[in-house]
């Protein structure tokens, strides 16, 4: 039996299901308004978040009830977002260009500190690890295969980055080339690239296809419920 609030959310499910699947016939104004309705609703979701566990907590307390130190330490970003708000006017948006240094200076510093500490030392680290010889005996992986398993990625790891090594001298016909070695490794570089972008596509794909299966299922199962309950 399906009670009155499963029959409303499963009913609005299955309306922005369809809205979503009209796109199958093109850009039209159903699919318009599912788009719009879910940017609008993400958006005061965020904005909602962004209040209650923000603004509120660690911005209007600290200044009305905190200690004079909090207060302080508060009053910077407040100070930053009064002149990031600045920048609706086209005569005072000078005013927030310290402002916005600061938050792209902090971003690049967090973006790059990340990518050393959360992406490059670990990959580092699994890529040594691969020729551990006692770990893969462990798992019982053979040592000849922990070996060319470890030389395969490192050869691949290798070559995608000689990919992106850019550095190159002119030609006498005026033409760019790298050195033949480069070449030559950056088009096999290529190869493993194009591999690592098909294997993702897939895992996109079987996602995808995954979520198409559980829509429809749902609006089946919705279905079925509704008419059995007459």
Avoid: C
């Amino acid at each position: 039996m399906i009670f009155p609030l499963d029959l409303v959310t499963g009913l609005i499910s299955l309306i922005f299901t369809l809205l979503i699947f009209s796109y199958l016939l093109g850009d039209n104004p159903l699919f318009r308004i599912a788009v719009y309705l879910f940017v609008g609703i993400s958006a005061g979701y965020v904005g909602a978040i962004a209040v209650w566990q923000v603004l509120i907590p660690r911005l209007a307390y600290p200044i009305m009830f905190g200690t004079m130190y909090e207060k302080i330490f508060a009053a910077i970003p407040l100070i930053g977002g009064f002149f990031i708000i600045l920048k609706i006017s086209s005569r005072l948006s000078g005013a927030a260009r310290m402002a916005m240094a600061f938050l792209v200076g902090a971003g690049a510093a967090v973006t790059i500190a990340g990518a050393v500490a959360g992406t490059l030392i670990p990959q580092m680290n699994a890529s040594i690890n691969l020729f551990d010889l006692n770990a893969a005996a462990a798992v019982g992986i053979k040592q000849g295969e922990a070996i060319g398993n470890g030389l395969v990625i490192l050869l691949g790891t290798l070559l995608t980055l000689v990919y992106f090594h850019f550095g190159a001298k002119p030609k006498a016909d005026g033409s760019m080339r790298r050195f033949g070695l480069i070449e030559i490794a950056a088009w096999l570089g290529r190869i493993f690239i194009g591999i690592t972008l098909g294997a993702i596509f897939a895992g996109v794909y079987a996602a995808s296809l995954t979520a198409l299966i559980e829509r429809i299922a749902s609006m089946i199962n919705f279905i079925t419920k509704l008419f059995g309950n007459f």
